[in-house]
């Protein structure tokens, strides 16, 4: 089993930043994809970005490419999110995700983090 924790939403305005952060616990993360995805007021959960074990395989959804980093540090159990240049469609909860059967496909969501971007 594993938990993740949210942290780091909160309300900004259009072209701020902001970044979240997700800490694991109950697994090493060293051989999971983590990931972002997004559900929007009344809206299906959406991917966002995605990172596999090492690092070295980053993925976005193209509405955020250029705009948004995602990161991990394996030996602390986090992983990040940096938005930048945030647009009002942005807005929704944040959930981080781990999961090993690739970066789009989940096996663990946490329980989120509001992120609103106002006009």
């Known amino acids: 089993q594993m938990q993740l924790v949210e942290s780091g939403g909160g309300l900004v305005q259009a072209g701020g930043s902001l970044r979240l952060s997700c800490a694991a616990s109950?697994?090493?993360?060293?051989?999971?994809?983590m990931g972002w995805f997004r559900r929007a007021p009344g809206k299906e959960s959406v991917f966002v970005a995605s990172i596999n074990w090492s690092g070295s395989g980053t993925y976005y959804a193209d509405a955020v490419k250029g705009r948004f980093l995602i990161s991990r540090d394996n030996a602390k159990n986090t992983v990040n999110l940096q938005m930048n240049s945030l647009k009002p469609d942005d807005t929704g909860v944040y959930y981080c995700?781990?999961?090993?059967?690739?970066?789009?496909?989940?096996?663990?969501w946490g329980q989120g983090t509001q992120v609103t971007v106002s006009s």
């Open positions: 109950g697994r090493s993360l060293s051989t999971w994809y």
């Open positions: 995700t781990a999961g090993t059967a690739g970066p789009y496909k989940p096996d663990y």
